[in-house]
């Protein structure tokens, strides 16, 4: 069964500054994809950014940058330019591609707080 | 255009009680999935549904949780003689088809058991 893995459970950062997530994984697959979720406190759940993992290139969302290291099974976040509106939980979560489970595996989050 | 509708917004049941939980996709979509996810937790997955078939329930509780999406009409997931730990809150996603599209969550509905 796959994991996820978020090490920090808050991370806390300055208006207009640049911060990073970390989220690990564990997997056998080879072709799967990765996303993280928003969740404010509205409890909306919000894609921000989707990775499909045989792309090497890393996928970019306005300020919003991952770096997807697949053979460190590491997908962190980037946020620059981090807004009031950033504040939220950030969820990690994959997916497999071929004939692995067909719900999300969820990480346990990380509340970002954005200091104004 | 509207998201993936989930009503109510919050349930109030006390112990023994039976909890009805609906869930409308998006318009077009066909794929429907079911999360709970209890304070301070990330979302655990319970079941994926098509249009009147249940395709994978490997996270669903074997005993009083139920689950269906009929050929017309919003899926029920559905919690019979609720207990305590049946507090959460429970998301619903939709996608256009399988697993290589995104999944869209709704709002969710907070169940409270008192």
């Known amino acids: 069964a796959q994991t996820v893995t978020q090490s920090q459970p808050e991370m806390s950062v300055q208006e207009a500054e640049t911060v990073t997530l970390s989220c690990t994984y564990d997997?056998?697959?080879?072709?799967?994809?990765l996303f993280w979720y928003k969740q404010p406190p509205s409890r909306q759940m919000i894609l921000v950014i989707r990775?499909?993992?045989?792309?090497?290139q890393n996928a970019t969302e306005n300020r919003f940058s991952v770096n997807f290291q697949k053979a460190a099974k590491s997908f962190s976040l980037k946020i620059s330019d981090s807004q009031l509106g950033d504040a939220a939980m950030y969820f990690c979560?994959?997916?497999?591609?071929?004939?692995?489970?067909?719900?999300?595996?969820f990480g346990k989050g990380t509340h970002l707080i954005i200091q104004p | 255009n509207a998201g993936v509708m989930q009503n109510p917004r919050h349930l109030v049941r006390r112990r023994g009680q039976e909890a009805r939980l609906r869930c409308s996709p998006m318009?077009?979509?066909?794929?429907v999935y079911w999360y709970r996810q209890l304070p301070e937790e990330g979302l655990k997955f319970m079941v994926y549904?098509?249009?009147?078939?249940?395709?994978?329930e490997s996270g669903m509780p074997k005993e009083r949780f139920s689950a269906e999406f009929p050929k017309e009409g919003p899926s029920i997931l559905r919690i019979q003689q609720v207990v305590r730990g049946d507090s959460a809150a429970y998301f619903c996603?939709?996608?256009?088809?399988?697993?290589?599209?995104?999944?869209?969550f709704g709002d969710g509905t907070r169940l409270s058991i008192l």
């Open positions: 549904l098509q249009k009147e078939n249940i395709i994978d």
């Open positions: 990775q499909e993992a045989y792309k090497q």
């Open positions: 997997t056998s697959e080879s072709d799967y994809y």
């Open positions: 979560a994959y997916r497999s591609h071929g004939g692995g489970a067909d719900g999300l595996t």
């Open positions: 318009k077009g979509h066909s794929h």
């Open positions: 996603a939709s996608s256009p088809s399988g697993r290589n599209q995104p999944q869209h």
